[in-house]
């Protein structure tokens, strides 16, 4: 890890970008990166996040190292908040009218975020629904 940390730190570098830190929470394989350059990502910090982190993925597995997750800004943290938020609001909602609520389209990973998240409410199910990029969870409630 020390070697992808190197790595990850020279990329940002060679990037163009001054003012940075690094960091490794070694419990969950999670880089902190916090880049501090005002607007240039706050326009693209999604993208950059996703595109950084394929990077990063392809490096680590070049050394061996099986799973890592990159955080940039604390895009991610805040997004999986922002999804966890929408997922509880979607089951008192569901709840409360006793009709299907539908989430908006999401990857893979934010949609098992709402799925474990509501796994422990007993009085609604979870499931996905759609094709590819347009892919959903649905909330509905157990009659």
């Known amino acids: ?3 992808l940390h ?12 001054n003012d940075f830190s690094v960091s490794l929470e070694p419990e969950s394989n999670r880089f902190l990166i916090f880049i501090n350059d005002g607007d240039f990502l706050k326009n693209f910090l ?15 597995k070049k050394i061996g190292v099986e799973m890592v997750v990159v955080d ?9 908040n922002l999804i966890l938020e929408l997922a509880r609001a ?3 909602k569901a709840t409360a009218t006793k009709q299907e609520v539908a989430l908006p389209t ?19 199910k ?16 157990i009659e």
């Not at 790595?7 to 940002?12: T, W």
């Not at 940039?72 to 999986?80: H, L, P, S, V």
């Not at 979870?126 to 409630?141: F, H, I, L, Q």
Request: glycine share 4%.
């Open 1 to 3: 890890m020390d070697q």
């Open 6 to 17: 190197r790595n990850i730190q020279k990329l940002i570098e060679l990037m163009g970008f």
């Open 46 to 60: 999604p993208n950059f996040v996703a595109d950084f982190d394929y990077v990063v993925k392809l490096m680590a």
């Open 72 to 80: 940039i800004n604390n895009y991610r943290r805040e997004r999986e």
């Open 90 to 92: 979607a089951a008192r």
């Open 106 to 124: 999401m990857n893979a990973y934010e949609r098992r975020l709402v799925h474990v998240e509501l796994a422990s409410h007993p009085d609604i």
């Open 126 to 141: 979870t499931e996905s629904a759609g094709e590819g990029r347009d892919r959903y969870v649905a909330v509905k409630p």
